[in-house]
């Protein structure tokens, strides 16, 4: 864990809660940091002085033993009612969390350390998270998965109590297979600025060209995410049995994929990007 040569807004603000419920229990920051298992003494010190940029996991075990959620260490007044948005946010997935880290800290930032480049992590949440009941999913809201959660085949089920479910802004019909991801990377910029929120749909039917698809290939390795899934415009040449199949990106800057007849068929058509919720 990286320790800051000073305090920022929000490592600082954990650190006063941090110390603050650490005090009401009456524990020392030697019992504290042995009983939650995951931080030393020291680190724990750092961490309440503000000099500490802390793990989703240091924190899930500092605050089981502090007797509260994680997110309650996290969400601050100023944001809204706080209860709410720690009920409502009770069994996000670490992944989860982490972005919300990068949102809280970038909220805080004082505006003169303003990034002069785009940070992505910069990029407000354009929804809410809610809890809905089962009649209410993919009527008023969808999931919130992350691209290798949607590449990866990931079915949010009805009792999936990991499932985080938002209401996109959108005036679109919502269905089921219909999720919101966040896509990191420039290669679609003007269109899909790096860090944008978009809504997806699947399954994909019907003629693919010149549409932007989720696609995955383990022969990709996309230069935005490393990974074997992107965000790309489709394009074929030929028929859909052989020929060549193109995945274009907006930005000049960055190279078409390119895949032959024989790796077509390990390509997989995850969703359709079907609006750009924030950017």
Not at 62 to 83: K, N, W
Not at 217 to 230: E, K
Request: charged content about 25%; glycine content about 8%.
């Amino acid at each position: 864990m990286p320790r800051l040569a000073a305090p920022d807004p929000l490592s600082e603000a954990i650190g006063r809660r941090v110390r603050g419920l650490r005090t009401e229990l009456g524990l020392t920051q030697e019992r504290l940091a042995f009983e939650s298992g995951t931080i030393g003494k020291g680190h724990l010190s750092d961490l309440e002085k503000g000099l500490l940029r802390p793990t989703v996991q240091t924190l899930k075990g500092v605050a089981d033993r502090l007797g509260v959620q994680l997110l309650d260490l996290v969400t601050f007044p100023e944001e809204g009612p706080r209860q709410a948005l720690v009920d409502a946010t009770r069994n996000l997935p670490s992944s989860a969390v982490a972005e919300l880290l990068r949102d809280a800290r970038q909220r805080l930032r004082p505006a003169t350390s303003a990034p002069t480049r785009r940070d992505p992590a910069a990029v407000p949440a354009p929804f809410k998270i809610v809890q809905p009941k089962a009649r209410e999913r993919f009527v008023t809201c969808v999931p919130l998965l992350g691209l290798d959660l949607a590449a990866g085949g990931f079915e949010p089920g009805a009792s999936d109590p990991s499932t985080t479910w938002v209401t996109p802004p959108t005036r679109r019909k919502l269905r089921e297979g219909m999720f919101v991801a966040r896509v990191i990377g420039r290669s679609m910029e003007p269109r899909i600025p790096d860090g944008s929120f978009c809504l997806f749909g699947a399954p994909v039917a019907g003629d693919l060209r010149n549409r932007t698809l989720l696609v995955q290939h383990r022969g990709i390795h996309d230069a935005d995410t490393g990974t074997s899934y992107t965000v790309k415009r489709f394009e074929r040449e030929g028929p859909a049995s052989q020929g060549l199949v193109r995945l274009l990106p907006d930005n000049p800057d960055y190279a078409p994929i390119e895949l032959r007849e024989t790796d077509d068929a390990n390509l997989r058509v995850v969703a359709e990007l079907l609006e750009v919720l924030s950017g």
